[in-house]
């Protein structure tokens, strides 16, 4: 059995623009949880930060389903997050079968700001994947 906490705002609906701060590492985010509170999205966007020193590691957990809706092809690739971080911007993106895992970022400063673009009206399968974040410390060069 896997037990493990998703990052909620106690139930409350995003209703500002101020980014939001998430429990120190490690933790997860959900993309249900986004689509249902607001909290994540661009609107109330997610800030991470770690100790000084460390680094924040970003693993995508993708749990889509292989069947693609009429909004996207085969082989078609959708960003699933926005990481900012100073005055840079990443986009994460998920493609049709890729793997279920994959190590996506490891940022360069001790905070990010993050969040998941709004979903398209016209999309037929809801998305379905966790971000799970971490503390690291990097060996120096």
Same mark, same amino acid.
């Given at each position: 059995?896997?037990?493990?906490?998703?990052?909620?705002?106690?139930?409350?609906?995003?209703?500002?623009?101020?980014?939001?701060?998430?429990?120190?590492?490690?933790?997860?985010?959900? +993309?249900?949880?986004?689509?249902?509170?607001?909290?994540?999205?661009?609107? $109330?966007?997610?800030?991470?930060?770690?100790?000084?020193?460390?680094?924040?590691?970003?693993?995508? %957990?993708?749990?889509?389903?292989?069947?693609?809706?009429?909004?996207?092809?085969?082989?078609? $690739?959708?960003? $699933?997050?926005?990481?900012?971080?100073?005055?840079?911007?990443?986009?994460?993106?998920? $493609?049709?079968?890729?793997?279920? %895992?994959?190590?996506? %970022?490891?940022?360069?400063? +001790?905070?990010?700001?993050?969040?998941?673009?709004?979903?398209?009206?016209?999309?037929?399968?809801?998305?379905?994947?966790?971000?799970? %974040?971490?503390?690291?410390?990097?060996?120096?060069?």
């Amino acid at each position: 059995m896997i037990c493990f906490s998703v990052a909620t705002k106690d139930n409350q609906l995003c209703q500002h623009s101020d980014p939001v701060s998430l429990p120190a590492p490690p933790g997860y985010l959900a +993309s249900t949880i986004a689509d249902l509170s607001g909290f994540g999205l661009p609107d $109330c966007p997610w800030t991470l930060t770690v100790n000084p020193g460390k680094k924040i590691h970003i693993h995508l %957990y993708n749990f889509a389903p292989n069947i693609m809706d009429n909004s996207l092809r085969r082989g078609a $690739c959708e960003i $699933c997050l926005y990481i900012r971080e100073a005055s840079h911007v990443t986009n994460i993106t998920v $493609c049709q079968g890729n793997v279920r %895992y994959k190590e996506v %970022y490891i940022s360069q400063s +001790s905070t990010i700001e993050l969040h998941i673009p709004q979903a398209p009206a016209a999309a037929k399968i809801p998305r379905r994947f966790l971000i799970y %974040y971490q503390g690291i410390f990097l060996p120096l060069n």
